[in-house]
């Protein structure tokens, strides 16, 4: 089983749209939770910690259930620039990320 | 930009050559860690240098070793070469006490093994 499992997708939607992307990780020892966008086998960046009581960065909402082992993010209003991989990742110890194998996004006008 | 810098961007090898590649980390920043990130899959963790030792290694064999300097520039020595270690190797720079969140990423070596 994969420490931190995510649907590849593709996830092919619309402009305007909203799209929700799900992952679930193994180790319960996790201390810290992130999204990164990746573009086209460029290097990851950041784009938002997770916290179980939730955070929002404009239109993407992140949320993570410690019990459940469970991170989501939420993309409103989807634009064509959110087209990208989009990955789940786990820190167990500092500078240590475990990363999904990351959701394919395309948002198509 | 990170100003974590890596060379070479591209690199062709032939199975059973050593390929050595390169990575300035963050002024100020003191640990770097390797990712290897074959195609359709997430990064995967090679190993960590704190202070010129290794600190941490993922589930890699002994063929991938590594290096930090003095001055905390690293390199990533693959002996050995097979097709499967074609990928796109990430290195990223930290400093020390700081949180996972002020990980620094390089654009990345890509590595294609023939």
């Known amino acids: 089983r994969k420490e931190v499992e995510q649907d590849p997708g593709p996830f092919n939607v619309p402009e305007g749209a909203t799209v929700a992307f799900n992952c679930t990780y193994s180790?319960?020892?996790?201390?810290?939770f992130f999204w990164y966008r990746q573009d086209c086998r460029k290097e990851p960046k950041l784009l938002m910690s997770?916290?179980?009581s939730g955070n929002e960065d404009g239109r993407f909402t992140a949320q993570l259930n410690r019990a459940s082992q469970y991170i989501s993010l939420l993309i409103r209003d989807s634009k064509l620039s959110d087209s990208a991989t989009y990955l789940c990742?786990?820190?167990?110890?500092?500078?240590?990320?475990?990363f999904g194998q990351g959701t394919i996004l395309t948002v198509h006008p | 930009e990170t100003g974590v810098t890596q060379s070479p961007t591209h690199l062709i090898k032939t199975r059973g050559q050593q390929v050595t590649l390169r990575c300035s980390s963050q002024?100020?920043?003191?640990?770097v860690s390797w990712y290897q990130q074959a195609l359709g899959q997430g990064p995967q963790f090679i190993f960590q240098?704190?202070?010129?030792?290794?600190?941490g290694r993922g589930n890699f064999p002994p063929r991938f070793s590594g290096l930090q300097f003095p001055n905390y520039s690293s390199e990533l020595n693959v002996n050995a070469l097979e097709l499967d270690d074609s990928a796109l190797y990430l290195c990223?720079?930290?400093?020390?006490?700081?949180?996972?969140?002020?990980?620094?990423f390089g654009s990345g070596t890509q590595l294609s093994v023939l």
């Open positions: 990223a720079s930290s400093l020390e006490g700081a949180t996972n969140e002020k990980l620094f």
């Open positions: 180790n319960s020892a996790s201390q810290s």
């Open positions: 997770v916290y179980s």
């Open positions: 990742v786990v820190g167990t110890s500092y500078g240590k990320l475990t």
């Open positions: 002024s100020g920043h003191n640990t």
């Open positions: 240098y704190y202070r010129e030792e290794e600190n």
